[in-house]
């Protein structure tokens, strides 16, 4: 029996409650999806722009006899009549006011925001746990496509090396949306959030957020992001004394060549496990690859919604704070200069772990920062250089650091 099913069978005299926030690109898509499931209302649709939160309603009734009620601020949402809470802005401030918001009232919360996440989420898991609810990223981004390779892995009693996933976007750290607004319009992207892809600040976010959950680092500042096949990745992602490119196992990375899929590095001593590997035309061992070659974003949505309410467990969720997302200089900057957004003009990221630099500007909490000392490009900004914002997300990014102490 398929999960949909099982949910459905537990939903058929009633129907799940889902409230959206964010009716951009990833929010369409969860609407299209949401429309088609028979145990699942759509009770709310949020977003500033009321004209895409107005856009998606007309999407979900051409499935739905229902609407759902459409608000331009959470706060008008009525929590009573709500079951799972999705967040899809894709802004790491808006995913905190989010968070607390609906974490502290005991909702469950998905996160298509891995922004957040990456940011945040340690503190985020545990005030979920203190108020018996759950917060996962939902299914259908590149970290969770991962975990369920590795949760694979695991289960088979695999040692798992390496993970990670593909990058197809033209790698440029100093990229700057006027210079991709022609790409953005033919995609049908946020100039923005294509930047973000194209700086590879996003890439950063997205393996932080696997390695924190799964107890990885990374082997170097930024990872290392070669040029390789699907037949080349057990190859690569191995230790150094094997041929591979690591200083150690345990860690996250990703290639250019084998975009949109994601890859983990499988390792057993065992000679009759590496035979029956190698006859199931695995390849040569003792290092193997487990490939997925595609992943589907929003649309895989709804496994989320089936996975929280039938299993009652989190997907992927910070369990510890090995690695974080440090802001660069895409620019000279001077004093008196406040930052801008992730994929603007003013700074990338490049993951890093907390043990070895701790002392760097998350991207997350660098929206709105003003520069105090001179920063020159291409070089990480340090804390110290800036007054950050005290907003909702430094508040909690705050508390989480004073928990790791």
Known sequence: MTLRSRFNNKFKNSSLNIALIGAGQMGQGIVSQLSKQEAIHLSYIVDRNIEKAEEAEKRYRQNKSSSPIVLNEISAINLDNVDIVIEATGSPIMGAVVADFVLNKG???ILLNVETEATIGLELRRIAEENNCIVTVGHGDEPTAAIELYNFAKDLSFDVVSIGKGKNNIFNQFAIPTDLEVEARQKRMNPKMLTSFVD??????EMA?????IDFSVDKEGMHGPESTYEQLSNIFIPKENGGILSKNGVVDYAFGIAPGVFTIIYSEDDYVNYEMEYLKMGRGPYWTL??????????????????????ETI???NVWNVYVAAYAKRDMQPGEQLDSIGGICYYGVSTNKNENPGYLPVGIAE???IIEPIMKGDPIYIEQVEVDHNIIYKIWKEQEENLE
């Open 368 to 370: 709105k920062a003003i």
């Open 200 to 205: 590879g600040t996003k890439t950063m976010i």
């Open 107 to 109: 909702i469950d919360l």
């Open 291 to 312: 490939y997925r070659p595609y992943h589907l974003t929003s649309l895989e949505i709804p496994r989320t919604i089936f996975h929280l309410s039938m299993n009652r």
């Open 316 to 318: 992927l969720s910070a």
């Open 209 to 213: 957020a696997l390695a924190n959950a």
